[in-house]
């Protein structure tokens, strides 16, 4: 059954299955129908977010185990809710000693039961790694690191043997060299003496392994990571005996009652997506007789994690009921930004970076890095792939592997979305246009002696061209489960920490080139939801995200006052430091603008104190992903140093602390109508509304890990039991006002399930001086009506004493049109009676800015 709203728990050991199972009640009175939860397989010892599985058989004991679950899922039952499952089937973490697939490959390589399990290429070019693997986690070079004795023997009581690396990377010795060890002794093979270190290399020189520096993973690395990782190895689900071990657990799951659907991580680093979820429905459909009485019925519910690209619709045929809202995310905030504020902020970002205005040319140079920096192993395994296939018919035998590798570096920099998903007859035509964008862009950037071998890489793509089917396959699968990573890694992990013009546009999802969304696109995307897609998830926080959904309502406000935020962030920039970079002190000065909360005394040092250690997180998090003056690879610490203590010396000045203060006085009453604005349309769009742990009040929060800390369930249970016969204005900077309209809203959806989940979406006509201001729909279905109006831009100077609310007399003529098919209408956000037909936006917005309308 589709959920009528969920809400997302990420467990880890600090929070248990027994945490959860108290929030039971908190969350049916929230109006929740499902909780959502993070990964609860086996775990990397420590996670606090559960997709670095080590064994996906079993639930994690750090959680709370199986019969921890077992008492969770009867508590959410007996308040009446379900829960849906994360699951992640692209991949499995690595290295270390935890995961027993793992380390039996290592041990016996191709001949191990596990060696289909993961994505490793045992013929590579390099003959040092024919049968085996390259095992990149040596914290130095291999030579340095034996010399050093980072590497050495140890035995198990059980006649086991492995070398260790750095204390906690274990590498298995197989059986056939143990006989020699033990008949040695583990002191012949010392690497602090030369006739030991030789021994010891020679040994490990015979192994189904290669130890290597991480540092040369990129270029050397022989197996599929998730992204580019090396510590999460890509998983092969594409095979049936791999899918059914990966999906044991939580088939099983769903046939015992305990969990009522499935979200799939990263859909876009599979082979086969589409194949992948219809196995999957059918083998999920198949346990629906085996289900117990008493437990919802099926059809599970199903949703992919899929982010996608400007015009692109999740494929028709996959069998899943949407994706989980990255793209009703980036709607409904770029709906809160005004266009008009482009070109000036565009302005101000190329006086203060001197970096390109144009996000797209960002990205193309990061594509570009990307490609031939972190995943250069990575590509010329597809290079090599597309060379075998070339080779295998006398048409293409002469193309080099050399030109193929240089006209798919070329093409995938141009690449306007994730990747592909077929090839000849199935491609869509949304799929052959991207393509041939790409193609003529590819075309422009190639030496003309290249253009041969992209010509025939773009036949292969479309099903065209000779070669053998079975080479013609393997090369276009690990052509687009590259696509996916370099697009992900470019993007949000690269181009979105160096195109700063306005942060909240750059959002995991989003497309930082849109600043905003009109009324009328907003409204067919809605439409298309509804008639597409209807169950699809609607989120706008997530584990993921950049910054928090009030943290970029606030910032959109700048969107509409572009001169004021000149002004003001220059006075800011005069006191950078030289050594410092305008472009990191711009995007320092946007982040404590966004993110500094509402109840924070700026004289309060203990909470400054806590704010900045926040904020300097997320700072040195986005100079490495920015990779300009820092890395993860190669940290710039002293220049990481000079940004935090800039950081440390702005929070310190009296001067600046006032006037960063005066500021988010003045806007962030507006930031608040406008999250608002956006938790009620997430309520009452077509879809199914996912609320991110905590982000029912105000969600001020930064990248993870700092949207992953613990949350004060404690004064949300407080503030929600609380009397609220009247939902005012006064208390909004609790953020209780938006808790009760999110609650009210889903209360609404659990009365009239079929109204929001099958209802029709109809744009409402708004007319007068403000109609810009005013975004309204109805939801309508077997003669039930449900109308969403909310206010969504105003300046500063239009709000009442410093509320989140538009004074009436700034609204002027504005009307909001109902229809006349509903006279007499209830507010179940006021509680109030309105009458219908043609609504003034001043009576409307008169004590809330928001309002959900039913017929009485």
């Not at 140890?154 to 750095?166: F, M, N, R, V």
């Not at 809160?336 to 302005?347: E, I, P, Q, V, Y």
């Not at 393509?435 to 479309?462: H, I, V, Y």
Request: a negative charge; aromatic letters at 8%; proline letters at 5%.
């Amino acid at each position: 059954m589709t959920p009528t709203a969920t809400y997302r728990l990420q467990f880890h050991a600090g929070f248990t299955f027994a945490d959860g199972a108290g929030l039971a009640g908190y969350l049916r009175d929230l109006g929740i129908s499902h909780l959502y939860a993070s990964p609860i397989a086996v775990a990397r010892a420590g996670s606090t977010h559960g997709y670095d599985v080590v064994d996906p058989t079993a639930i994690n004991p750090a959680l709370g185990g199986e019969d921890g679950f077992r008492q969770m899922v009867a508590a959410l039952r007996a308040q009446g809710l379900g829960v849906i499952l994360d699951i992640v089937p692209n991949h499995l973490a690595v290295g270390g000693d935890d995961n027993a697939w793992w380390l039996d490959v290592l041990e016996k390589g191709e001949a191990s039961a596990f060696a289909e399990v993961f994505d490793i290429d045992w013929r590579p070019r390099d003959p040092a790694l024919q049968g085996k693997v390259l095992a990149p986690f040596l914290g130095a070079p291999y030579g340095e690191a034996l010399a050093a004795g980072d590497i050495r023997l140890e035995a198990g009581p059980d006649g086991s043997l492995w070398a260790t690396a750095h204390g906690h990377h274990r590498f298995p010795i197989r059986e056939a060299d143990r006989a020699e060890v033990f008949e040695l002794g583990l002191e012949a093979f010392d690497p602090s003496e030369a006739a030991g270190r030789a021994r010891l290399h020679d040994l490990l020189e015979r192994q189904a392994y290669r130890l290597a520096w991480w540092r040369s993973a990129g270029d050397e690395i022989n197996w599929r990571r998730f992204f580019d990782i090396t510590e999460l190895a890509g998983v092969r689900v594409e095979v049936p005996e791999v899918f059914d071990r990966i999906h044991a657990l939580p088939l099983r799951l769903y046939g015992e009652g305990l969990i009522d659907g499935l979200r799939i991580d990263h859909i876009d680093g599979l082979a086969d997506p589409a194949g992948y979820l219809t196995r999957l429905q059918a083998e999920l459909a198949a346990l629906e007789t085996a289900r117990p009485s008493g437990v919802p019925g099926g059809p599970a519910y199903l949703v992919v994690e899929k982010i996608l690209a400007p015009g692109e619709s999740l494929k028709a045929d996959w069998a899943c009921d949407g994706a989980t809202g990255y793209e009703f995310m980036d709607s409904v905030s770029a709906l809160l930004h005004d266009a008009a504020g482009a070109d000036r902020l565009t302005a101000l970002w190329e006086e203060v970076s001197g970096r390109p205005g144009a996000y797209e040319d960002e990205e193309h140079a990061a594509r570009r890095e990307i490609l031939t920096h972190g995943f250069a192993g990575q590509v010329e395994a597809v290079a090599s792939a597309f060379h075998d296939l070339a080779r295998s018919a006398l048409a293409t035998r002469d193309l080099t592997q050399g030109a193929l590798r240089r006209a798919i570096i070329n093409l995938l920099a141009g690449f306007g979305a994730y990747r592909l998903y077929g090839d000849g007859d199935a491609l869509s035509d949304g799929e052959r246009l991207l393509l041939a964008d790409a193609m003529t862009g590819a075309r422009a950037s190639l030496a003309p002696s290249d253009r041969p071998a992209l010509d025939q890489l773009e036949a292969w793509l479309c099903g065209q061209g000779p070669g053998e089917p079975e080479a013609r396959q393997r090369a276009l699968r690990r052509f687009h489960q590259l696509s996916a990573p370099v697009a992900a890694k470019s993007a949000e992990d690269t181009a979105f920490y160096r195109h700063l013009r306005l942060l909240s546009r750059n959002e995991v999802g989003s497309h930082p080139a849109r600043l905003a969304l009109s009324l009328a696109e907003f409204h067919a995307e809605n439409s298309a939801r509804a008639a597409c897609w209807p169950g699809a998830m609607l989120t706008t926080a997530t584990h993921d995200h950049k910054r928090g959904e009030d943290v970029r309502a606030r910032l959109a406000v700048l969107s509409e006052q572009p001169d004021l935020w000149r002004d003001r962030v220059r006075s800011w920039l005069a006191h950078t430091p030289s050594k410092m970079a305008q472009a990191d002190a711009y995007q320092m000065h946007q982040t404590l603008v966004g993110a500094l909360p509402l109840d924070l005394d700026i004289n309060d040092q203990e909470g400054l104190e806590h704010f900045e250690a926040r904020v300097a997180g997320w700072f040195t998090k986005a100079l490495r992903e920015g990779k300009l003056r820092s890395s993860w690879a190669v940290p710039d610490t002293t220049y990481e140093a000079l940004c935090l203590d800039h950081l440390s010396r702005s929070l310190a000045d009296r001067a600046f602390r006032a006037s960063l203060s005066g500021l988010v006085e003045e806007i962030a009453p507006v930031g608040a109508m406008k999250g608002l604005a956006q938790a009620l349309l997430r309520c009452a769009c077509p879809g199914t509304p996912d609320t991110y742990q905590g982000a029912e009040l105000w969600d001020f929060s930064l990248v993870d890990p700092d949207n992953r800390r613990p949350v004060d369930f404690d004064r949300r249970q407080a503030l929600l039991a609380a009397p609220a016969a009247d939902l005012g204005l006064a208390t909004w900077r609790s953020g209780a006002l938006k808790q009760q309209v999110i609650a009210r809203a889903l209360g609404l959806r659990r009365q009239k399930p079929a109204l929001f989940a099958g209802g029709d979406y109809v744009p409402l006509r708004v007319e007068g001086e403000q109609k810009a201001s005013v975004i309204a729909c109805s939801r309508e279905a077997a003669g039930e009506v449900a109308i969403c109006a909310a206010a969504i831009r105003c300046p500063p100077s239009a709000l009442s004493e410093g509320r989140p609310l538009p004074m009436s007399d700034w609204w002027a003529d504005t009307t909001i049109h109902v229809g006349t098919q509903a006279p007499a209408l209830m507010d179940h956000l006021r509680e109030e009676r309105v009458t219908g037909g043609s609504i003034p936006a001043a009576r409307l917005f008169e004590r809330l800015p928001v309002a959900l309308l039913t017929r009485t």
